[in-house]
């Protein structure tokens, strides 16, 4: 059993983001915290598995006050049997904290973090609508391995709009610098309820598949040469370093989310928490359930889902999981994908491939 919880909180809100987030203003207060512990009082009957990995997500949790945050993982402590877990992950934003919050953040039990840095360059920054410069970027990460941090992941993005190929095989090699544990490397992608898919939309943001491969294939020859491992299409880590709670969301295992806008899935049923904080702070301290969009996923929702996280990792898919008919086959004679002791890999090519990929499998 796997831990979300999930912290909507931003001091500004990026204009690529699809998830759940908004400016703390009032909300960002004690109430907050004890509506997320009363939620996980009400699931304590009903989840008594030992967690193995907890992670705080956003928005960005590293904005919680020092207090806050201290309340918060003593009372998930109280309430749930953390004594097995053996990773447990927190989002951070340079400029968020400091020496003092982050030695806490440690001794609270975090093991590994999650630096939402995104790119080295102001210009990138500036277009991403980041309110940290690359200073504080590196100034964050240098504050985070002072506090005693051993896992630290840094988070870039790539086919940002203007964005040169010498700036990104900058930001590679100032993330490289650094000799973080860790770094994701994400495609940009124009989310549902965003501007800046708003503004693809209207032709002011461009879309272009080749220029993302070139990209794309860049981070893999930088980063493997440096010696991460390419263990998953936007992650790259240092050997026995791989983030274990997301390993698990594309293995299928199940987890629990808390906070607003999380989502939980168990013993076949997936749902949601109300996306709203203050309607889910009134709900949860009332003793209500903060359910809503619940969902029993059949064998084969299961199945296709399976194929479509699992075949992104370094370990592929099991054969079994794919129907008689398939184009594995056609698939292997056109280089994308290998196929090995019952297991179906992407091949280099093939990973820039992924998604449609997996839907011809399914």
């Not at 708003?198 to 893999?220: K, M, P, V, W």
Request: aromatic content about 8%; proline content about 4%; hydrophobic content about 40%.
């Amino acid at each position: 059993m796997h831990l979300y919880v999930h912290i909507p909180f931003c001091h500004h809100i990026c204009p690529y983001c699809g998830f759940y987030k908004h400016k703390p203003g009032a909300l960002a207060n004690a109430d907050f915290v004890r509506a997320i512990l009363a939620e996980a009082e009400r699931r304590t009957t009903a989840e008594k598995t030992p967690f193995q990995t907890v992670y705080f997500g956003g928005g960005t949790p590293s904005l919680l006050s020092k207090a806050h945050l201290r309340t918060l993982c003593e009372g998930l402590a109280e309430r749930f049997d953390l004594s097995s877990v053996r990773e447990w992950t927190l989002e951070a934003n340079p400029a968020t904290f400091d020496i003092e919050k982050a030695a806490l953040m440690r001794d609270f039990g975090v093991t590994r973090i999650s630096l939402g840095v995104q790119s080295f360059h102001s210009e990138t920054l500036a277009t991403l609508g980041r309110d940290h410069s690359p200073a504080e970027a590196i100034g964050a990460f240098e504050t985070l391995r002072a506090a005693g941090f051993e896992n630290i992941s840094v988070d870039l993005m790539f086919s940002i709009p203007g964005q040169a190929a010498k700036t990104w095989s900058s930001d590679l090699e100032q993330a490289i610098a650094l000799q973080p544990n860790h770094i994701s490397a994400y495609n940009l992608t124009y989310e549902e309820d965003t501007e800046f898919l708003t503004r693809h939309q209207s032709g002011e943001l461009d879309g272009n598949e080749d220029r993302d491969a070139d990209l794309f294939y860049h981070a893999i020859d930088l980063l493997e040469s440096h010696g991460f491992h390419h263990y998953e299409i936007s992650n790259y880590a240092l050997p026995g370093f791989e983030s274990q709670h997301n390993r698990a969301y594309w293995a299928g295992a199940d987890y629990l989310g808390l906070g607003p806008g999380a989502v939980s899935t168990l013993h076949g049923e997936r749902s949601k928490t109300l996306a709203d904080t203050a309607a889910y702070v009134r709900a949860a301290l009332s003793g209500l359930d903060t359910r809503t969009d619940i969902e029993a996923l059949s064998p084969e929702d299961l199945r296709i889902e399976r194929i479509a996280l699992q075949l992104r990792t370094r370990e592929g898919i099991a054969t079994g999981l794919l129907p008689s008919r398939n184009p594995v086959e056609s698939l292997i004679q056109q280089g994308l994908i290998t196929e090995s002791d019952g297991q179906i890999r992407l091949t280099r090519e093939g990973k820039a491939l992924a998604d449609p990929i997996a839907a011809a499998l399914v």
